[in-house]
T-cell receptor, first 113, second 117 residues
C-alpha cells in the first residue's frame, strides 16, 4: 500500500524567500515520486520526478527535490520565490513499474510581495 | 505539441441526469487514466486504459460510472443517474506506454468541472 502526506495545506512565503513544501510517503515497494503544480483553472503540470536515479532531482522553474529514504521524504524546495510560483502543489507516489498515482491533499503556496 | 484536452470544461446538470465527459489524449500515448478531484483533495484514481481495454477500473466508485476508449485514443467517462456527491473536477491523463515503462510520466488535461444540482 502507498500513501502521501503533505504537511501544511497552506504555506505563505515572501517574494525572494526560500520555498519549502513538505512531502512524506509510505510505500511497500520502491517508490517513484512526483511533484505537480496546479494553477487556477489549469491541469496538473509536472515539476519533477524521482525514479530511483539521482536522489537530488532538479525540475522546471528552479524547483528541486531530494529523495531521502531514511526519512521517507521528498520535500520540494526553491531558493527564491517568485510571485508566479503562487499555485497549488501536489506530491504523488507510485510503485516502481506501476501506473496508479497516489496523490497528497495538496499545499497551496501564497507568495507575499 | 498538443497536450491532453478535455471537454466540456464545465458541466452543470441536475440530479438524476446522465453526463458524458470526453478526453483527447496526447497523440501516440497508449495509456489513459481518469482521476477525480474533490474540493480540497488531491486527485483520486478512477480507471486506467491500456489501448482500448480497461486494465484497471478499481477506482470507479460504483456501477453508475463507466468509461470507454473504443479506438484506443479518445475516451469518454459516463455517469448515470448523477448525484450531488458526484460534483468534482474530473481529470484525464495520458502516458506513452503505461505500466510497460517504468519511468512513464502521466500528463494531465485541464479537467472538467462537474456540478450536480
Amino acid at each position: 500500500a502507498q500513501s502521501v502526506t503533505q504537511l501544511g495545506s497552506h504555506v505563505s512565503v515572501s517574494e525572494g524567500a526560500l520555498v519549502l513544501l513538505r512531502c512524506n510517503y509510505s510505500s511497500s515497494v520502491p517508490p517513484y515520486l512526483f511533484w505537480y503544480v496546479q494553477y487556477p483553472n489549469q491541469g496538473l503540470q509536472l515539476l519533477l520526478k524521482y525514479t530511483s536515479a539521482a536522489t537530488l532531482v532538479k525540475g522546471i522553474n528552479g524547483f528541486e527535490a531530494e529523495f531521502k529514504k531514511s526519512e521517507t521524504s521528498f520535500h520540494l524546495t526553491k531558493p527564491s520565490a517568485h510571485m508566479s510560483d503562487a499555485a497549488e502543489y501536489f506530491c504523488a507516489v507510485s510503485g516502481a513499474g506501476t501506473y496508479k498515482y497516489i496523490f497528497g491533499t495538496g499545499t497551496r503556496l501564497k507568495v507575499l510581495a | 505539441g498538443a497536450g491532453v484536452s478535455q471537454t466540456p470544461s464545465n458541466k452543470v446538470t441536475e440530479k438524476g441526469k446522465y453526463v458524458e465527459l470526453r478526453c483527447d489524449p496526447i497523440s501516440g500515448h497508449t495509456a489513459l487514466y481518469w482521476y477525480r478531484q474533490s474540493l480540497g483533495q488531491g486527485p483520486e484514481f478512477l480507471i486506467y486504459f491500456q489501448g482500448t481495454g480497461a486494465a484497471d477500473d478499481s477506482g470507479l466508485p460504483n456501477d453508475r460510472f463507466f468509461a470507454v476508449r473504443p479506438e484506443g485514443s479518445v475516451s469518454t467517462l459516463k455517469i448515470q443517474r448523477t448525484e450531488r456527491g458526484d460534483s468534482a473536477v474530473y481529470l484525464c491523463a495520458s502516458s506513452l506506454k503505461g505500466h510497460r515503462a517504468y519511468t512513464d510520466t502521466q500528463y494531465f488535461g485541464p479537467g472538467t468541472r462537474l456540478t450536480v444540482l
